[in-house]
């Protein structure tokens, strides 16, 4: 395991339809993060889970978002009734609680709602 | 509230030294970090830097801070024209772990 895995890489949705990515984060890290991100800005926070438990959400993260880490390994985020607006990469990071100096991202998910 | 302002460009010729910079406002950050960005990829960590250090060097990289001022710089030497690409400051802390990043700093290395 080398690194933080996220797919899909790319997803077209039609407005209205629901999407789900899915995030493997590095083997034994317990910390898992959601951020997104649009064209020409940085990376905002969305959520994070420390082993299964969601710790913090965003005021970004609407009703229409929804995080999950069942078994404290891989995370799913689902956007239901995606709009326009969700448009955007949705990446995810990891890290092991203990060392707080580094935290590692995957490659992103693009979302392109039309 | 949290906020990470840079630079949004920066063009330098192929062999001169960079110096990005970045401003960030919650003294509660433990830590500051510089991740690198290509286009279409994700966040690739550089470094970082523990808030009670002013000076870090790793290999071209070294980081400045100045905690007084709240002031955070990232000087590449030598730099290349595969180091174009985007930079992204981030302040975190120990305790939720998340990020607050900047805009972004587009660099041009022009050959």
């Known amino acids: 395991d080398t690194g933080v895995s996220q797919n899909p890489r790319h997803k077209i949705t039609k407005r209205g339809q629901n999407v789900t990515f899915r995030c493997d984060p590095i083997?034994?890290?317990?910390?898992l993060y959601w951020y997104r991100q649009t064209l020409g800005q940085g990376p905002e926070f969305l959520t994070y889970?420390?082993?299964?438990?969601?710790?913090?959400k965003s005021r970004l993260l609407s009703d229409r978002f929804s995080a999950e880490r069942p078994k404290g390994s891989f995370s799913t985020l689902e956007i239901q009734r995606t709009e326009q607006g969700d448009s955007a990469m949705y990446l995810c990071?990891?890290?092991?609680?203990?060392?707080?100096?580094?935290?590692?991202f995957g490659e992103g998910s693009w979302l392109t709602v039309v | 509230g949290e906020d990470v302002e840079q630079s949004l460009f920066l063009s330098v010729r192929e062999g001169d030294s960079s110096v990005i910079n970045c401003t960030y406002t919650?003294?509660?950050?433990?830590?500051l970090y510089w991740y690198k960005q290509e286009p279409g990829a994700g966040l690739q960590l550089l470094t970082y830097?523990?808030?009670?250090?002013d000076m870090k060097q790793d290999q071209r990289l070294t980081v400045l801070l100045n905690k007084k001022d709240k002031h955070l710089s990232l000087r590449i030497a030598d730099t290349q024209t595969g180091d174009s690409a985007i930079y992204f400051c981030?302040?975190?802390?120990?305790?939720?772990?998340?990020?607050?990043f900047g805009q972004g700093t587009e660099l041009s290395v022009k050959p």
């Open positions: 981030a302040e975190g802390n120990l305790q939720g772990g998340k990020l607050i």
């Open positions: 083997s034994e890290h317990n910390r």
């Open positions: 919650d003294s509660s950050s433990t830590y």
């Open positions: 889970f420390q082993n299964e438990a969601q710790l913090e």
């Open positions: 990071a990891s890290r092991w609680r203990d060392s707080g100096n580094t935290i590692y």
């Open positions: 830097i523990f808030s009670n250090m």
